[in-house]
């Protein structure tokens, strides 16, 4: 099995992302944190572009003991030797040099001709050599430089002693097939290319960073760079993740792999993210916080009988504990089921399950996710044996701070559907009067109580009122999305127990003559 050098830019090309700037203590942190991921050569910054960034550079070179600590510098005599200094007290130092080799970059940042570019690079790659063992050299816009004068700069790059020659899809412009050829060409028509190793540096622009590297792999390279969640200049670099997986998983298929503790992978993902401040989107390949999750009543289905039916990655490869099964709109029976007995609710009748499915599907209907505490408040809700007298159909409030407030009910009872419409103090006084004069009862709300069950602002509401009726009393409890209807939902629930409680010595008085 071939092994890919894992070189890691999240320190330089990642903090080059629009509004990412990194301090030299989180630079550190992140460095120690991608040589525990096992991260085989770490580009700390460019040293040239400030003494923070030369200084920052340093702190990393003298932290890390594992791994190769690169500096970037331009193709030019001050900028190696800034390098040199930033890399002062590095375990295995490495510069990375670079100049533009495109028809595009030549002719309008260089304002140089191919001849030109040649001896300018030559130049650099010999002075840095008499102080580093370690030279990468890039030919920047690579993907957009005429093939065959990137196998003259390679052939050059060699001969002047780089010993890995990376090529750069700058702005993210190749196909798979054009940058896998680019390699493929490298390695058949540029002597001595057995000398050193072929690197990979693409940008997302297309979309086609990750897949690109892939292609270069294939090909013959020997080393991949990008960042961690792939963040970088504009849309960003190949996420260094999304790699290692790809070979971990279709080993077979690459013949190569990376060396990389795949265990750290959410760790560090989770460290940048934080330091960066750069949210790591729900739906991003192996890191996101959907890649293990399941919402449709399907996958939930396939998943709990066989995990590889949709799942070609487990969790816990990348570090985490568990997939998720994510409860929402699209979620089916059985995996409903599952999460009740998950949350100890084993022992329901079907009948039981059916009634509080039926009330996850209304509430999944209005809210994206549904947690486990809004299940439990609608099993608690659900699951009262109090014979159900009134229920609630529907209710509309109309509320107008310079109107009076009215709310017109609809309650299902043992006679059929009744719907009055009253006016109130208030939105809950109206909704409360409109109950009363529909069931004929004569109550007094004694309590009245709103909390929030979840969190965040489409949180399940839990309302719990106290009805009393001459000498008994009986507690309300209603939950919903709209504190309205919860109330309401809380109000006909109480007049269910207080009708239960009225009814009760009746009951007992039936079941004595029947016992005799």
């Not at 849309?235 to 790809?246: H, I, K």
């Not at 509309?396 to 043992?414: C, E, G, M, Q, Y």
């Amino acid at each position: 099995m071939r092994k890919i050098y894992i070189f890691d830019t999240t320190l330089r090309d990642g903090e080059q992302s629009p509004g990412v700037n990194l301090n030299t203590q989180e630079k550190v942190e992140i460095a120690l944190q991608l040589e525990k991921l096992g991260v085989d050569r770490i580009e700390a910054g460019f040293p040239a572009a400030s003494p923070g960034d030369l200084a920052a550079v340093n702190a990393v070179a003298r932290a890390v003991k594992n791994a190769t600590v690169v500096g970037l510098s331009r193709s030019r005599e001050p900028d190696i030797d800034a390098v040199r200094e930033a890399l002062k007290g590095a375990q295995d130092p490495c510069i990375h040099l670079f100049l533009a080799t495109s028809p595009i970059h030549r002719k309008h940042k260089l304002r140089m001709e191919k001849e030109q570019v040649l001896e300018a690079a030559e130049k650099a790659i010999r002075y840095a050599k008499q102080f580093f063992d370690k030279i990468e050299f890039s030919p920047e816009d690579a993907g957009r430089t005429e093939l065959d004068f990137l196998c003259q700069v390679t052939e050059m790059a060699i001969r002047a002693g780089a010993t890995v020659v990376n090529i750069p899809d700058t702005v993210g412009y190749m196909t798979p097939s054009e940058f896998g050829n680019i390699f493929k060409t490298l390695k058949e028509k540029v002597p001595g290319i057995e000398r050193i190793q072929l690197s990979a540096h693409c940008h997302d622009d297309l979309g086609m960073a990750t897949a690109n590297a892939l292609a270069a792999v294939e090909n013959g390279a020997d080393q991949v760079e990008g960042t961690i969640n792939g963040i970088g200049e504009r849309a960003g670099n190949t996420a260094l993740e999304e790699v290692a997986l790809a070979l971990e998983t279709r080993a077979a298929f690459y013949g190569a792999k990376t060396s990389l503790n795949l265990k750290e992978i959410a760790k560090t993902s989770r460290l940048v993210s934080k330091l960066t401040g750069m949210v790591v989107p729900g739906n991003k390949a192996i890191v996101g916080a959907n890649a293990f999750a399941h919402e449709s009543g399907i996958h939930q289905d396939g998943m709990l009988k066989e995990k590889t039916t949709y799942e070609i990655i487990s969790p816990e490869t990348i570090g985490l504990k568990e997939s998720k099964l994510v409860m929402g709109k699209h979620s089916g029976r059985h995996a409903f089921r599952e999460k009740l007995i998950d949350l100890g609710y084993e022992d329901l009748t079907e009948e039981q399950v059916n009634a509080a499915f039926g009330k996850f599907k209304d509430l999944a209907d209005r809210k994206k996710t549904v947690s486990d505490e809004d299940i439990r408040a609608l099993l608690e809700e659900k699951l009262a044996l109090t014979p159900e007298v009134f229920a609630l159909e529907q209710l509309v409030v109309s509320f107008d701070s310079h109107a009076v407030p009215t709310a017109k009910v609809r309650i299902r009872t043992a006679q059929g559907i009744v719907e009055r419409q009253s006016e109130g103090n208030g939105s809950v006084d109206a909704i409360y009067q409109a109950i009363d004069s529909l069931t004929g009862e004569a109550v007094e709300l004694d309590d009245y109580a709103i909390k929030s069950v979840t969190d965040g602002t489409d949180a399940l509401g839990e309302v719990h009122v106290l009805l009393k009726q001459g000498d008994l009393s009986a507690h309300g409890r209603g939950v919903s999305t709209d504190i309205l209807e919860a109330s309401a939902r809380a109000y006909v629930d109480a007049l269910n127990r207080l009708l239960d409680k009225r009814q009760a010595p009746a009951r007992s008085r039936r079941d004595n003559v029947t016992l005799i």
